[in-house]
């Protein structure tokens, strides 16, 4: 099974306006992380934010907000404000903390989110 | 933080050639960890690379398809060998600087690997 999943390959928003960006996981894991990630056409990957599974707030960073439910096991990115320069790729990523050493992310298939003037 | 110098930003190589990628840390790091992403798709990691060890490959990557050197804690180079138009990717180096799940992963700005 996948451990991410974004199920909008693409989303498109007026500027100034909010916009969700759906991301469900998959872990048995009690002890997680969830990051978002930002991804330009020049293809670096910018972090935005990041949920613990122990966090009892959403996580909020500038403009981007964090929906976590844990028991629908969904942790949507929240942009507020949208400006041209938030078009971009936008990818959902997990790190599970059960075994020792297993620190790489997985990463979901992606959003490319498009702000219309 | 960490940052990450990563090279050549991008490159157009022949097939059967074979192309090493670069990446360069400021700071000390334990595990770096090498990802693939094909176009329009997602990061699949490749590898994961400690120093002083060989470094763990996924399910359907293969050292010598992908090997991997790790001399030191701040650097280490993926070669891409006998290319073929299907090795046409991003590939990105990144760098964690802890351990915990709540630690950022720090991306190089990638290697865009065209192969014809």
């Known amino acids: 099974a996948q451990k991410i999943t974004q199920t909008q390959p693409g989303m498109f928003v007026q500027e100034k306006e909010a916009v969700t960006l759906d991301c469900t996981y998959d872990?048995?894991?009690?002890?997680?992380?969830l990051f978002w990630y930002k991804q330009p056409s020049s293809g670096e990957m910018i972090f935005l934010i990041y949920?613990?599974?122990?966090?009892?707030q959403n996580a909020t960073e500038g403009r981007y907000s964090l929906n976590f439910q844990k028991a629908r096991k969904s942790a949507n990115l929240v942009i507020s404000a949208s400006q041209l320069g938030d078009s971009a790729m936008y990818f959902c990523?997990?790190?599970?903390?059960?075994?020792?050493?297993?620190?790489?992310?997985?990463f979901g298939t992606g959003t490319r989110l498009t702000v219309i003037p | 933080s960490a940052v990450i110098s990563q090279k050549p930003s991008r490159d157009i190589c022949q097939r059967g050639t074979s192309l090493t990628i670069q990446c360069q840390v400021d700071?000390?790091?334990?595990?770096m960890f090498w990802y693939r992403q094909q176009p329009g798709q997602s990061l699949t990691l490749i590898a994961t690379?400690?120093?002083?060890?060989?470094?763990?490959?996924e399910s359907g990557f293969v050292i010598d398809k992908f090997p991997i050197s790790r001399p030191n804690l701040t650097f280490s180079t993926l070669t891409v060998s006998n290319m073929s138009p299907e090795d046409s990717s991003i590939y990105l180096c990144?760098?964690?600087?802890?351990?915990?799940?709540?630690?950022?992963?720090?991306f190089g700005q990638g290697t865009r690997l065209t192969v014809v």
């Open positions: 990144s760098v964690q600087t802890g351990g915990g799940v709540n630690t950022e992963a720090f």
């Open positions: 872990t048995s894991d009690q002890s997680y992380g």
């Open positions: 949920q613990g599974s122990y966090d009892e």
């Open positions: 990523a997990m790190r599970e903390g059960r075994l020792a050493g297993a620190n790489n992310l997985f």
């Open positions: 700071s000390q790091v334990t595990m």
């Open positions: 690379a400690n120093q002083g060890s060989e470094a763990t490959y």
